[in-house]
């Protein structure tokens, strides 16, 4: 439920509130706007009778959360989550994101080199795999410690969050001490014991959306982490699996509006591992953004035949410097920029 406090209301009475709520039980969520204070309270609502909070000064009214996931939904939080991820950069606001970098981390001087090369063409933050989780055992697994500090050198070299994904519980403190932003895989999407892990860390998480996955139980997994009290999510569709073999994944471009309208967390579309070809991540890319995302994550790589990782998906440096310029003619159309 949702408690909505009077304009003027104390931070004394507010805490009151929050205090009486949690001796029934609840977790509260104060979330404060420029006009009212609201505090999104989580719990059984059947230990506690309703006129009892109602009657407590400050309180104007109280609302029901219908949705299943109570603190990613917007009946909660009506303005958009702008998520602070770090070196100036944010996602969620009128400056689109761009995450762009090769697949997996493959050695000091090549990854540097890609990172100088996206950076010069607008992106803004640093992606990149040191722990890869991938479909065969036999297949280049990332180089887990060293690629973290690789990414991290890089991140400082030019002032750019880093983002990079956690596979294990056990490796949750390792990435966190290293990256800006913690990805969790689509394989991992409802991992939870790995969700309520990272929501227990103090650092941005990027959740993409599982093979198969409905928007709602996208948006659970979401709440895993934000009930930990990690309230930096951002949601990522990177296509889901369908009868369809065309592509890599299918992009449901449509879970952009849909997603937007029942959550008030940022979303990036990630094209590269929606089709799982150059030659379509760049059209993807911009019906993404088109249709309201706030920015994109994308693969780049120099030589993609000789990459460790997802060659066939990555767009080689002139090919992702013209997506940008086309990017930015979009981005203004919608009254955004990169």
Known sequence: MIIIMHDNAKKSEIAAVEERLAKFGFQTHPIYGEKKTVIGAI???????????LLMSGVENIVPIMRPYKLASKELKKEKSVIDVGH????????????????????????????????????????GGAFKPRTSPYAFGG??????????????????PICTEVMDTRDVELVASYADIIQIGARNMQNFKLLREVGKTNKPIFLKRGLASTIDEWLMAAEYIMSEGNDNVILCERGIRTYE??????????????????????????????????????????????????????????????????????????????????????????????
Do not use: W
């Open 43 to 53: 719990g059984d609502k059947r230990q506690i009778r309703m006129s009892e909070i």
């Open 88 to 127: 100036g950069v944010t996602i969620g606001g009128n400056k689109l994101a761009v995450l762009a970098g090769p697949c997996a981390v493959e050695g000091r001087e090549h990854f540097l080199r890609m990172a100088r090369i996206v950076k010069a063409e607008g992106a803004n933050i640093l992606r």
């Open 143 to 160: 180089l887990e410690g060293e690629g973290l500090k690789i990414m991290r050198e890089a991140g400082d070299e030019l002032d750019m």
């Open 245 to 338: 073999t065309s592509t890599r994944n299918t992009f449901d471009v449509s879970a952009i509006p849909v997603t937007q309208e029942l959550t008030h967390l940022p979303i990036i579309a990630d094209p590269s591992h929606a089709t799982g070809n150059y030659k379509y991540v760049a059209p993807v890319a911009k019906a993404g953004i088109a249709a309201g995302a706030d920015g994109i994550m994308v693969e780049v790589h120099d030589c993609p035949e000789c990459a460790e990782s997802d060659g066939p998906q990555s767009l080689k440096p002139e090919k992702f410097a013209d997506l940008m310029a086309d990017l930015k003619k979009i981005a203004a159309a919608i009254g955004k920029e990169i």
